[in-house]
C-alpha cells in the first residue's frame, strides 16, 4: 500500500488544520492507521491512531482533546483533526498502516509509510 499524507502547512498558534492520508494501490481498510510527528532535532513521536473500523483510537497526552483522528472507510482516507495548534506541534506529520487492526504508539508496528507532510505553527 502506498500512502499520501497531505494538508499541512503555516497556520498561528490556535489555528486548525486538517491532514489527510490516503491510500492507494490497495486499500488499507483491514489495517489500523497512525499519525506520528517528527519535530527538529527530536525523535518521531506517536500522536494518534485509529482501528480499522474507526471504533477505537488512541492520543497522545500532548494532543488529548485538541486532536481527532477519523477515517473515510468509502474514500479510504484517515483524517487528523488539529484543533489549538500550539507551537510545540510544529513538526513533520507522518501517516502509517498497522500491521495489524488495532492501533499502537510503537512506530516498529506500522509497515508502511507515507512521506509526510509539514505543520509550522506560529506565536
Known amino acids: 500500500v502506498q500512502l499520501q499524507a497531505s494538508g499541512g502547512g503555516l497556520v498561528q498558534a490556535g489555528g486548525s488544520l486538517r491532514l489527510s492520508c490516503a491510500a492507494s494501490?490497495?486499500?488499507?481498510?483491514?489495517?489500523?492507521v497512525g499519525w506520528f510527528r517528527q519535530a527538529p532535532g527530536k525523535e518521531r513521536a506517536f500522536v494518534a491512531a485509529?482501528?480499522?473500523?474507526?471504533?477505537?483510537?488512541q492520543y497522545a497526552d500532548s494532543v488529548k482533546g485538541r486532536f481527532t483522528v477519523v477515517r473515510d472507510v468509502v474514500k479510504n482516507t484517515v483524517y487528523l483533526q488539529m484543533n489549538s495548534l500550539k507551537p510545540e506541534d510544529t513538526a513533520v506529520y507522518y501517516c502509517a498502516s498497522a500491521r495489524g487492526s488495532y492501533g499502537s504508539n510503537n512506530y516498529k508496528d506500522y509497515n508502511y509509510w507515507g512521506q509526510g507532510t509539514e505543520v509550522t505553527v506560529s506565536s
Open positions: 494501490r490497495r486499500s488499507f481498510s483491514n489495517n489500523a
Open positions: 485509529i482501528s480499522w473500523r474507526g471504533s477505537s483510537t
